[in-house]
Each structure stands twice: as structure tokens, then as C-alpha cells.
């Protein structure tokens, strides 16, 4: 039974053996405590300082994310991200200047869910496995997808990943988060701006790794920190044309 039991919240019994072993991005088992001062907002959203990123800073991010969320490490196409780092053109595909400055060019840009104000993935869920918060982030209810990957055609940034097989194997051991459950085959997942972090008190696990490149915070505040950033540099979004209304900004 409890095996079972274990089962049922996703974690796979291979894994039991190292459910005292956790890696340093996890904390102790979470008490009552732990929840007092969570972080609200009206609608959190993150600014990417792109000036500031090249490719070991992106893989820093990533590990931190892909560490504490138990995201595995499958070297084919049928990988699974939540962070990771793309060009400009893979960035911003509707983005064309005739002449781009070469250090733009050359660039390496982070790119995770963009948490829209018009999620389409949200729209087309047929089980609303793919809901949106009140404060704004898109989340995922992995239990009740049915992996339709519906949501995955209708997000245009490419920000879900499918289990085409079962996880568990290409998590390491030593990077194995007993804090937060393992996912099944046939299930989507995404970036969730690290909500279990953030009802902690804690900002997003990519955003402590970030060294001050990621803004993290209220959109709907104009006096808090991102707003301050977005009115003082010049920021665009992925894809506008999309009419999805991203809450991540990126600075050129």
C-alpha cells in the first residue's frame, strides 16, 4: 500500500531509496512554517536582461530549474525543458532587421513558458489540465493530463515538453528532488515560474541562479522592481503577432 501510495504521487519506486538524499537546491521536508510569507502578486511576469546572458549563464539557470523540478536529461529529440537558451532568430522568428549588430547575433537568449495574459494552450485543454492562475501564471494539473498535447499546437513558443517515455531513468540519482514529484509517460509539462518556491517566500529557482540577469515580480504594481526596469530599458516580447500577451520580457 504504500508503495502505491508513492506511485500515486509520481514518484517511481526506483527512486525511494534516495528519498533522504536530496541535492542542494532542495530543503528539508516542508512544515507548516514554511508557507507563513509567500510571495503574491496581481500578476507576476519576468524581465530577461539578454545583455547580460551567454551560455554558461543560460546552462546555471537551467540546471538550477531542470534540478529542483527532477526535469531528466534525454540527449535526443525527445528531450524535456523548461529553461533553455535559443538564438535570435529562434527568439524572435517575427523579429527581422536588415542588419543585426553582431554581438546580438551571436547572442545565446533564455526561453521558458511565457506565462500569456491569452494563454492559448489554456483555450484548447479538453480536460483543463492547463489552467491560469488568478495572478497570471499558467500551470499544469499533470494528473489530469491525457496527453492530447493539444496545448502543446497551441502554444507558439514551443514551451512544453511531452514524455514520449517514462522519465524517471534520466533523472540522476544525486540530482533527484524528493521535494517535488516525478512525472509519467504521456504527460506534458512547462516552466511553472516555481510556484512551490514562490508560496515559500522564495523567488523562482532560475531567477536566484541568475546573478541579477532575471527581473522577477509584480507587473501589476507600478512601483515594484520590474515595472521600474521595463520603464527605464527598452523591452520587447516573443512573437506579438500571436495576440497572446506574454508576461516575460526580454532586454535587447
Not at 51 to 57: A, D, I, P, V
Not at 143 to 165: D, E, K, L, T, V
Not at 196 to 214: H, N
Not at 246 to 252: A, E, K, L, T
Amino acid at each position: 500500500m504504500k508503495l502505491a501510495a508513492v506511485s500515486a504521487l509520481g514518484l517511481g519506486a526506483g527512486k525511494i531509496a534516495f528519498m533522504g538524499d536530496a541535492p542542494a537546491c532542495a530543503s528539508g521536508i516542508p512544515t507548516a512554517a514554511t508557507f507563513e510569507k509567500p510571495l503574491t502578486a496581481k500578476h507576476w511576469g519576468m524581465v530577461i536582461d539578454t545583455t547580460k546572458f551567454n551560455e554558461e549563464l543560460v546552462a546555471k539557470c537551467a540546471k538550477a530549474c531542470h534540478t529542483l523540478h527532477n526535469v531528466p536529461t534525454i540527449d535526443s529529440k525527445k528531450d524535456i525543458k523548461w529553461f533553455w537558451g535559443g538564438t535570435f532568430e529562434e527568439a524572435f522568428p517575427t523579429e527581422k532587421p536588415q542588419f543585426l549588430p553582431e554581438d546580438v547575433e551571436h547572442r545565446v537568449f533564455p526561453l521558458l513558458c511565457n506565462h500569456c495574459e491569452t494563454p492559448m494552450c489554456v483555450r484548447v485543454c479538453p480536460t483543463q489540465a492547463t489552467f491560469q492562475r488568478a495572478d497570471g501564471i499558467v500551470m499544469m494539473d499533470m494528473h489530469r493530463c491525457i496527453g492530447c498535447r493539444y496545448c502543446m499546437a497551441g502554444c507558439p513558443f514551443g514551451a512544453r515538453s511531452f514524455n514520449f517515455q517514462d522519465p524517471r531513468p534520466f533523472i540522476k540519482d544525486e540530482d533527484f528532488n524528493p521535494n517535488y514529484p516525478t512525472r509519467t509517460r504521456g504527460v506534458v509539462e512547462k516552466c511553472t515560474f516555481c510556484t512551490e518556491l514562490l508560496s515559500e517566500g522564495k523567488l523562482p529557482a532560475c531567477v536566484q541562479a541568475s546573478g541579477g540577469a532575471l527581473i522577477f515580480g509584480d507587473l501589476g504594481d507600478e512601483k515594484s522592481e520590474i515595472r521600474e526596469v521595463l520603464r527605464e530599458k527598452f523591452a520587447i516580447r516573443r512573437k506579438p503577432d500571436a495576440g497572446t500577451s506574454p508576461s516575460v520580457y526580454y532586454i535587447i
